[in-house]
């Protein structure tokens, strides 16, 4: 978007762009109503990281609507908790579409794919019936410019598939741990490591665990400080939140 945008002031300076059409396509820069949403162009100049379609709620023939604004302006463009039907319809009307049927996501990569941003990203899930949260959380990251490594089934019910895998855990620079149950992997994990957790609480358990909320309690309140903790099932939030944290270690190398 910031390259969109010098590009089209540039034009309009040296006399390429007529100063009317300029008004025009400023107009509608920022945000585009389209009567049932308005499109947030700007949101990745103003916040670091894109506008993202939850299909969750939405008809098909909306999300086709809003990505297909989206990808007129040439960017990558994420949609997350898409089901199947909602998934082959964009895919079949956009093409290029990469549907991660797990993740529940539809991704178009429009620009260079190679990882821009420093560190890795590390997505560590405590159990198979959590993947689901942790592969939306390493879509997420990596759409956003992220290098995403992940590590599954490391739960604390066989803490030895965990420290087998130190090395890991110390090259990465940011860890997003997704656990369900009663959600102590995240607690462990800062325990052995000096980087930002970010702790995802799922909606797996038994009877007693009030649908994620036993393990989004129990990382609340993790003995292992400095853990960061984002809602039940959002693999979404923390994808972002690795990608602010990278974002500002970009920013400090850039004014080195």
């Given at each position: 978007?910031?390259?969109?945008?010098?590009?089209?002031?540039?034009?309009?300076?040296?006399?390429?762009?007529?100063?009317?059409?300029?008004?025009?396509?400023?107009?509608?820069?920022?945000?585009?109503?389209?009567?049932?949403?308005?499109?947030?162009?700007?949101?990745?100049?103003?916040?670091?990281?894109?506008?993202?379609?939850?299909?969750?709620?939405?008809?098909?023939?909306?999300?086709?609507?809003?990505?297909?604004?989206?990808?007129?302006?040439?960017?990558?463009?994420?949609?997350?908790?898409?089901?199947?039907?909602?998934?082959?319809?964009?895919?079949?009307?956009?093409?290029?579409?990469?549907?991660?049927?797990?993740?529940?996501?539809?991704?178009?990569?429009?620009?260079?794919?190679?990882?821009?941003?420093?560190?890795?990203?590390?997505?560590?899930?405590?159990?198979?019936?959590?993947?689901?949260?942790?592969?939306?959380?390493?879509?997420?990251?990596?759409?956003?410019?992220?290098?995403?490594?992940?590590?599954?089934?490391?739960?604390?019910?066989?803490?030895?598939?965990?420290?087998?895998?130190?090395?890991?855990?110390?090259?990465?620079?940011?860890?997003?741990?997704?656990?369900?149950?009663?959600?102590?992997?995240?607690?462990?994990?800062?325990?052995?490591?000096?980087?930002?957790?970010?702790?995802?609480?799922?909606?797996?358990?038994?009877?007693?665990?009030?649908?994620?909320?036993a393990a989004l309690l129990a990382m609340l309140n993790s003995c292992a400080s400095g853990?960061?903790?984002?809602?039940?099932?959002?693999?979404?939030?923390?994808?972002?939140?690795?990608?602010?944290?990278?974002?500002?270690?970009?920013?400090?190398?850039?004014?080195?």
């Amino acid at each position: 978007m910031e390259k969109a945008l010098r590009a089209l002031l540039e034009g309009v300076r040296d006399g390429s762009v007529p100063v009317d059409d300029g008004v025009v396509r400023l107009r509608d820069l920022a945000f585009e109503d389209l009567g049932f949403a308005n499109v947030d162009h700007h949101r990745k100049l103003r916040r670091g990281v894109p506008e993202v379609v939850l299909a969750q709620g939405k008809t098909p023939d909306q999300c086709v609507e809003i990505v297909g604004r989206l990808l007129a302006r040439d960017g990558d463009v994420l949609v997350t908790r898409a089901d199947a039907s909602t998934a082959e319809v964009l895919v079949n009307a956009h093409a290029g579409g990469d549907w991660n049927r797990l993740a529940r996501t539809v991704f178009w990569r429009r620009t260079d794919g190679t990882p821009h941003l420093p560190g890795r990203v590390l997505v560590v899930s405590a159990g198979t019936s959590d993947l689901r949260v942790a592969e939306e959380a390493a879509v997420t990251a990596r759409a956003f410019g992220n290098e995403v490594e992940t590590l599954f089934d490391v739960g604390v019910a066989g803490i030895h598939r965990l420290l087998g895998r130190g090395e890991m855990l110390r090259n990465a620079t940011v860890l997003i741990v997704v656990a369900g149950m009663e959600g102590a992997l995240p607690s462990v994990v800062a325990g052995l490591t000096d980087v930002p957790v970010i702790a995802v609480p799922t909606s797996t358990g038994y009877g007693a665990s009030f649908g994620g909320l036993a393990a989004l309690l129990a990382m609340l309140n993790s003995c292992a400080s400095g853990v960061t903790v984002v809602n039940i099932d959002n693999g979404f939030g923390a994808g972002c939140a690795a990608t602010l944290i990278h974002r500002l270690a970009l920013r400090k190398e850039s004014s080195a």
